[in-house]
């Protein structure tokens, strides 16, 4: 088969891999269906993260199951799935609390801009549709796989309630579908970070009420300014550098929330500051998972159309101007199709 491999910044080849099989009795083996490039592939993209051996990149995916194991009783072949980025066998005390992305036998996902996937701990991560949904849906599915299970953990953690006033700092997909659960947990007031036009409009079209182009302190200052001087009730971090950061603990209220889902690249927090501010914190990787029922189901029913963040679509052996696009920002997400 082939597939996407890094070889070093800004050097994504698509090439010929061994199949995967089946290693241990718990694997499943599924054909891709569509997968795309993450936000956070970026980062070794970009050199910000060491690459080290060429190796296999993707960590999002929807699939026909292919192959199962000899433990995997709850999947059939031909069956079309949605996973996380994070397998789980969705047994064990951390999954039973609903954090599936800390599960004890959790395997982060990384081989899934290929034409086939080994998924570990399969019976646990995987959710299978009633039949194949309709292609139109593909995206939308996808996108449940990870980014719009973020969101949702955003917007979870950051405690979006009914009737609330909700931050999302971060344009890109993750931050997009932040907006989307923040209007779903019923937030009254979305104000979208964002200057990027095309973005701000599809914020908008998901839900934003309010627009904030300023950055850092400025862009506080104008958060502070649309909630009558105290800050927002909760802020959704979908980026992961320090200015966002800074940016979202100071734009929550006392006793306000911030859920951080930008995974943190020199992000330090002041612990004196945290502590008076009375700013709630929480994030980490999004127990996708836990959401993947409900989220699917709201795929299917139209009653979210997270799929919209896809503003590229490609074949898979092009994978390597989906990664360019996305750097130069030509592109929110780039969706890739075998
Ligand atoms: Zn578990």
């Not at 997968?35 to 699939?63: F, K």
């Not at 953990?153 to 405690?159: L, S, Y």
Request: charged letters at 25%.
């Amino acid at each position: 088969m082939r597939g996407a491999v890094i070889h070093a910044p800004r050097d994504v080849r698509f090439e010929t891999l061994d199949d995967p099989g089946i290693v241990h009795p718990t694997d499943a083996v599924i054909r891709t269906a569509v997968t795309c490039v993450c936000g956070s592939d970026l980062w070794p993209y970009r050199g910000a993260e060491p690459i080290g051996d060429p190796h296999p990149m993707g960590h999002e995916y929807v699939g026909f199951v292919e192959e199962v194991g000899s433990e995997v009783t709850s999947l059939r072949p031909g069956q079309f799935v949605v996973g996380s980025f994070a397998t789980c066998d969705n047994t064990c005390a951390n999954c039973r609390n609903g954090f599936t992305s800390n599960c004890l036998r959790r395997e982060f996902m990384s081989t899934c801009q290929a034409e086939y996937v080994r998924i570990p701990n399969a019976q646990g991560t995987l959710v299978a549709t009633d039949g194949v949904p309709d292609e139109r849906y593909w995206p939308g599915l996808l996108a449940v796989s990870d980014v719009m299970g973020t969101g949702w953990w955003a917007a979870d953690a950051a405690e979006v309630r009914s009737g609330s006033t909700a931050v999302v700092v971060g344009d890109g997909a993750v931050g997009l579908c932040g907006v989307i659960a923040a209007k779903a947990f019923g937030a009254e007031r979305i104000i979208a970070m964002s200057r990027h036009e095309t973005r701000a409009q599809l914020a908008r079209e998901f839900g934003a009420t309010d627009i904030v182009a300023e950055r850092g302190e400025e862009g506080v200052a104008r958060i502070k300014e649309l909630t009558g001087g105290i800050g927002a009730d909760s802020v959704l971090e979908c980026v992961g550098t320090s200015e966002a950061m800074r940016q979202a603990l100071h734009s929550a209220r006392p006793g306000g929330n911030v859920g951080f889902v930008g995974v943190p690249h020199d992000v330090a927090i002041d612990g004196q500051e945290l502590f008076f501010s009375h700013v709630g914190l929480r994030g980490g990787p999004a127990p996708v998972r836990r959401y993947l029922p409900d989220l699917i189901e709201q795929v299917l029913s139209d009653r979210i159309d997270p799929g919209k963040v896809f503003d590229l679509s490609l074949p898979l052996d092009q994978v390597a101007e989906g990664y360019r696009a996305m750097d130069e920002r030509r592109a929110i997400k780039a969706l890739l199709k075998p």
